[in-house]
């Protein structure tokens, strides 16, 4: 198999790119040898944009699999692309002459907007596959539809994991991810077995080029903030909770069924899967790069990527950031539980708040999310007040003054 995509253009020799790369020439003694690619995976050139902690993180992987990384950033990381085989250019403009077969947006969810308009576009190739990886997906998605040329590919997705989860096997670790389009076809109608006709309308489309909604058009939260009331008051225990007022959690208990990891194929399966041709080889040589990791590939759209993410990953790491603000210390009798609270508020709290700000503004479903979770605890303190007073009632019911029999 040819070590290219076919109908590539071949990218610059590294005598062409030396005098504006910022990355040092390969040598034995300071920068990793360039691997080859593994046996029957094409050698793709992938263009990180970002190439902060989880960028480096993905370029480590990229890297070893015998892939060509090139990577830009606001920031200079010039010794650290060095480091891992990289070549690094701090000029965008540089760094999209390059042609590479794959623009992987590594940024931040706040900076994604400000950073997709600085890019110069226009000096990539046309048929180029742009990637997210955000912790978000339909407002990357709705932003690259609405800015990206027609000609542009695009590929949402979400490793879910990262430098901590990650930093061994990726066997098991899901990996979620939209082909929102390929070739000029966009949304469902990948999905089919035919293109759709001029009179046919695509359902996932609609809205595309909405602009992401602003905080304040997302569900309120309770006011007052039930975290803020205290737990046991005088007030609460002479007046409690009427006990027959419903419990129950005001919401549905039952989860969707989300959609199944995809089943295990071959790079030309993959290839095939998708239309065949030269964007449908690319597209799956991409996503071989997890597959073949051993990584979970789960198929979804970036709609029920949202909802599913709201309630989990932005609790997590809510209830994370709400025990590290009880400052937690570990005990000489941590049960295991407690150790696993402990590491939940270790792994949350060193994510920086930017992210988790992000997780919460970018995600419509994360408010309403928030305010279960309100009410959930709200839920609990009634239970417990409930039982207290039950408690108490008994103990006055069952006194006897001093001196009767």
């Known amino acids: 198999m040819s070590s290219s995509v076919p109908g590539r253009v071949p990218p610059r020799?590294?005598?062409?790119?030396?005098?504006?790369?910022?990355?040092?020439?390969?040598?034995?003694?300071s920068q990793p040898s360039d691997p080859a690619p593994l046996p029957g995976e094409p050698r793709l050139t992938i263009g990180i944009v970002g190439f902060g902690t989880f960028g480096q993180f993905l370029a480590r992987r990229l890297v070893s699999r015998g892939h060509e990384v090139l990577a830009t950033s606001r920031t200079d990381h010039t010794e650290a692309a060095r480091q891992l085989g990289v070549t690094y250019y701090q000029d965008a403009n540089d760094f999209c002459e390059c042609h590479p077969d794959v623009v992987v947006l590594a940024t931040s969810i706040l900076s994604l907007?400000?950073?997709?308009?600085?890019?110069?576009?226009?000096r990539l190739k046309r048929s180029t596959l742009v990637v997210d990886v955000l912790s978000v997906k339909e407002f990357p998605r709705r932003l690259l539809l609405s800015?990206?040329?027609?000609?542009?590919?695009?590929?949402c997705t979400h490793p879910m994991f990262g430098p901590d989860s990650g930093a061994g096997s990726w066997e098991s670790l899901n990996f979620?991810?939209?082909?929102?389009?390929?070739?000029?076809?966009?949304?469902?109608?990948l999905g089919r077995d035919r293109a759709p006709k001029d009179d046919e309308s695509d359902e996932t489309d609609d809205d595309d080029d909405a602009s992401c909604p602003p905080l304040s058009a997302l569900p309120p939260l309770p006011s007052p903030a039930l975290l803020s009331q205290p737990?046991?008051?005088?007030?609460?225990?002479?007046?409690?909770?009427?006990p027959s007022a419903d419990a129950s959690p005001p919401w549905p208990a039952a989860s969707p069924q989300l959609p199944a990891a995809?089943?295990?194929?071959?790079?030309?399966?993959?290839?095939?899967?998708?239309?065949?041709?030269?964007?449908?080889?690319?597209?799956?040589?991409?996503?071989?790069?997890?597959?073949?990791?051993?990584?979970?590939?789960?198929?979804?759209?970036?709609?029920?990527?949202?909802?599913?993410?709201?309630?989990?990953?932005?609790?997590?790491?809510?209830?994370?950031?709400?025990?590290?603000?009880?400052?937690?210390?570990?005990?000489?009798?941590?049960?295991?539980?407690?150790?696993?609270?402990?590491?939940?508020?270790?792994?949350?709290?060193?994510?920086s708040f930017e992210l988790y700000y992000g997780l919460f503004l970018y995600n419509g479903a994360a408010a309403a999310e928030l305010a279960k979770l309100?009410?959930?605890?709200?839920?609990?303190?009634?239970?417990?007040?409930?039982?207290?007073?039950?408690?108490?009632h008994a103990q006055l019911l069952s006194h006897k003054p001093a001196g009767e029999p």
């Not at 979620?176 to 109608?189: I, K, N, P, T």
């Not at 005088?234 to 909770?241: E, F, V, Y």
Request: aromatic share 4%.
């Open 13 to 29: 020799t590294a005598s062409s790119r030396g005098s504006r790369a910022a990355a040092v020439s390969p040598s034995s003694s």
């Open 113 to 122: 907007e400000s950073v997709l308009r600085s890019l110069p576009l226009q």
């Open 374 to 392: 309100e009410q959930a605890l709200a839920a609990v303190k009634r239970a417990l007040l409930l039982q207290v007073h039950g408690t108490l």
């Open 176 to 189: 979620m991810y939209e082909v929102v389009r390929l070739g000029g076809v966009r949304g469902g109608a």
């Open 147 to 155: 800015r990206l040329p027609a000609e542009v590919d695009i590929l």
């Open 231 to 242: 737990l046991l008051t005088p007030q609460a225990l002479l007046h409690p909770p009427d």
């Open 262 to 351: 995809d089943p295990a194929m071959t790079l030309s399966e993959r290839t095939e899967a998708w239309g065949g041709g030269r964007r449908a080889a690319r597209l799956a040589a991409f996503l071989h790069c997890f597959a073949a990791e051993g990584c979970r590939m789960v198929r979804m759209s970036c709609a029920e990527h949202d909802r599913a993410a709201a309630s989990s990953q932005f609790i997590t790491h809510t209830v994370g950031r709400m025990l590290g603000a009880m400052a937690l210390t570990p005990t000489p009798i941590d049960t295991r539980g407690y150790q696993s609270l402990l590491s939940l508020v270790d792994n949350t709290t060193h994510d």
